[in-house]
């Protein structure tokens, strides 16, 4: 199994910037495609960016042009930069990975446990 920790979390002003880790861990395995998500209180789960490993991205309509998604393979991280933080940007961030396991066919999945944001007024 691959597991995933996010890191970078916190309490931020509106108008203020944070950057998410997510670095994953695990024996034989090859990263595939990864996304950041967020779960506010009461509302379903937002898929806010996704990663190819090649690098091609993808941003939710209420994240583009605020958010960053990259990462490092070799490092098997990635992140979120995030600037402009608004009240509304406040919610449990997790990571999300699809790998396949080395010299296999195998594919598997895997989510962090998530970190909180939170952006006050």
């Known amino acids: 199994q691959v597991h995933l920790v996010e890191s970078g979390g916190g309490l931020v002003q509106a108008g203020g910037s944070l950057r998410l880790s997510c670095a994953a861990s695990?024996?034989?395995?090859?990263?595939?495609?990864m996304s950041w998500n967020r779960q506010a209180p009461g509302k379903q789960r937002e898929v806010l960016a996704t990663i190819s490993r090649g690098g091609v991205t993808n941003y939710a309509d209420s994240v583009r042009g605020r958010f960053t998604i990259t990462r490092d393979n070799a490092k098997n991280t990635i992140y979120l930069g995030m600037n402009d933080l608004r009240p509304e940007d406040s919610a449990v961030y997790s990571c999300?990975?699809?790998?396949?396991?080395?010299?296999?066919?195998?594919?598997?999945?895997?989510w962090g446990q998530g970190t909180q944001v939170t952006v006050s007024t």
């Open positions: 695990g024996n034989s395995f090859r990263l595939l495609n």
């Open positions: 999300y990975a699809a790998f396949q396991y080395e010299g296999s066919h195998l594919l598997g999945d895997s």
